[in-house]
T-cell receptor
Framework: KQEVTQIPAALSVPEGENLVLNCSFT??????LQWFRQDPGKGLTSLLL?????REQTSGRLNASLDKSSGRSTLYIAASQPGDSATYLC???????????FGSGTRLSIRP | GAVVSQHPSRVICKSGTSVKIECRSL??????MFWYRQFPKQSLMLMAT?????????EQGVEKDKFLINHASLTLSTLTVTSAHPEDSSFYIC????????????FGPGTRLTVT
């Protein structure tokens, strides 16, 4: 049974810092891995999707890496801003049409 | 990009009543849709997989007679919370996978259910 864990559960850093969010999964047989952002009381915003054959994806100040063999992914946020404050969720999928298994999330707070 | 909508976005109902939530894929067909539930400050937990033209598949611990799912067309799945109780108050989100060059699942904006 796939389990997805995110560390830390919460993180507070001053504005401008670079930071790394961690995600680990127990079953390396994944189809893809996706990072989402969720603002309080809102739905999900997809940030980055990494296919199983890829090692990383970049979008603006965000960079996500994937090491399938070790069951790990990281989300790197450069030059953090208060607007980055949200909960970040990591999720994996076993096949193209299968369900998504979510991690527990990291609540990020960027202090002005 | 692909869009998935949910209706209503918020609903308040009295204990004992039933509530229906709709999930629609607006610009693609989805033979499968997924229903998730999220309690405050917790992650999303899959409730069930909705299959067009056949019965839904429920995750362990989810009561199928309480959470009725109907996937009547390739663009619409409904979740009905029957005889709702305050403990059913939660954020319900649906998703639909879109296959293609990049297979991705698209999420609806969610429905906030409050049972009084």
């Amino acid at each position: 049974k796939q389990e997805v864990t995110q560390i830390p559960a919460a993180l507070s850093v001053p504005e401008g810092e670079n930071l790394v969010l961690n995600c680990s999964f127990t079953d390396s047989a994944i189809y893809n891995l996706q990072w989402f952002r969720q603002d309080p009381g809102k739905g999900l915003t997809s940030l980055l999707l990494i296919q199983s054959s890829q090692r990383e994806q970049t979008s603006g100040r965000l960079n996500a890496s994937l090491d399938k063999s070790s069951g790990r992914s990281t989300l790197y946020i450069a030059a953090s801003q208060p607007g980055d404050s949200a909960t970040y969720l990591c999720a994996v999928r076993r096949s193209s049409a299968s369900k998504i298994i979510f991690g527990s999330g990291t609540r990020l707070s960027i202090r002005p | 990009g692909a869009v998935v909508s949910q209706h209503p976005s918020r609903v308040i109902c009295k204990s004992g009543t039933s509530v229906k939530i709709e999930c629609r894929s607006l610009d693609f067909q989805a033979t499968t849709m997924f229903w998730y539930r999220q309690f405050p400050k917790q992650s999303l937990m899959l409730m069930a997989t909705s299959n067009e033209g056949s019965k839904a598949t429920y995750e362990q611990g989810v009561e199928k007679d309480k959470f009725l799912i109907n996937h009547a067309s390739l663009t619409l799945s409904t979740l009905t919370v029957t005889s709702a109780h305050p403990e059913d108050s939660s954020f319900y989100i649906c998703s639909a996978p879109r296959t293609g060059e990049i297979d991705e699942q698209y999420f609806g904006p969610g429905t906030r259910l409050t049972v009084t």
